[in-house]
């Protein structure tokens, strides 16, 4: 069950660039997203779902993550930007049509730096791992 099928309170990005579509779960140190892969995604090319839309994914996830826990506190939600990501590895490109399963693991925060594993399903297979290194503004 969602903890919110309205994602846009929680994530600083808008239309069409919003790559995750509910909140699935929510925690200290992790998150879960999911989305549908449209065809009317920015991303689409050749019936499938880029390599960038991904990246982001995994990065909106963990957005999610901090919004939804700054909600509840009552905080502005904050922007962050990906500084780097590492040991990136796809397996294979979505097509239009699937649902994708995100998780996500803080790995260790520091100041405003985050370092966080990411990880996406589809239909219980894994088709993409990193470690995303996220800068919080």
Known sequence: MSISKSILPYIPQRAPFVMIDTLESCGETEAST??????DNL???N???REPALIENIAQTAAARMG??????QQPVPVGFIGAVQ???ISNL???GDVLTTAITIKNQIFNATIIE???SVKGE???SCEMKIFIS
């Open 34 to 39: 999911t989305f549908e892969v449209k065809a």
């Open 118 to 120: 990411g990880a996406i």
């Open 68 to 73: 939804y826990i700054c909600q509840q506190e």
């Open 47 to 49: 019936g499938r779902l």
């Open 126 to 128: 894994y088709i993409v």
């Open 87 to 89: 040991n990136l590895k």
């Open 43 to 45: 991303f689409i090319e």
């Open 94 to 96: 979505p097509k239009i």
